[in-house]
């Protein structure tokens, strides 16, 4: 499996972006999906998650402003990110996990810098 991970770059705040990350390999499919990051300094931590029948959860910090979506036919999984944070600036690491094969994969990351 391999996740390549694409749409970081610089933006100021309350601007938005959008991250993709595709996959490969017919496990995506029932894979549970995650955007973590990882800002200097610190862990990386959950952004959001999506099971592979859709159901989401997210980390309190970004309810309301991030949105994640995946289709299960394109091995996509997208980061909708509206009114970004200078404190919303780390690396994006998009990660397949898939909990009955004990298998996780990550992808290189991309970074997101919000500018005040």
């Known amino acids: 499996v391999q996740l390549q991970a694409s749409g970081g770059g610089v933006v100021q705040a309350g601007g938005s972006l959008r991250l993709s990350c595709t996959a490969s390999?017919?496990?995506?499919?029932?894979?549970?999906m995650g955007w973590y990051r990882q800002a200097p300094g610190n862990q990386r931590e959950l952004v959001a998650t999506?099971?592979?029948?859709?159901?989401?959860n997210y980390a309190d910090s970004v309810k309301g402003r991030f949105t994640i979506s995946r289709d299960n036919v394109k091995n996509i999984v997208d980061l909708q990110m509206n009114s970004l944070r200078p404190e919303d600036t780390a690396v994006y690491y998009c990660?397949?996990?898939?909990?009955?094969?004990?298998?996780?994969?990550w992808g290189q990351g991309t970074l997101v810098t919000v500018s005040s």
């Open positions: 990660k397949l996990a898939v909990t009955m094969l004990q298998e996780d994969y």
């Open positions: 390999g017919s496990i995506f499919r029932i894979a549970t």
């Open positions: 999506i099971t592979s029948g859709g159901s989401t």
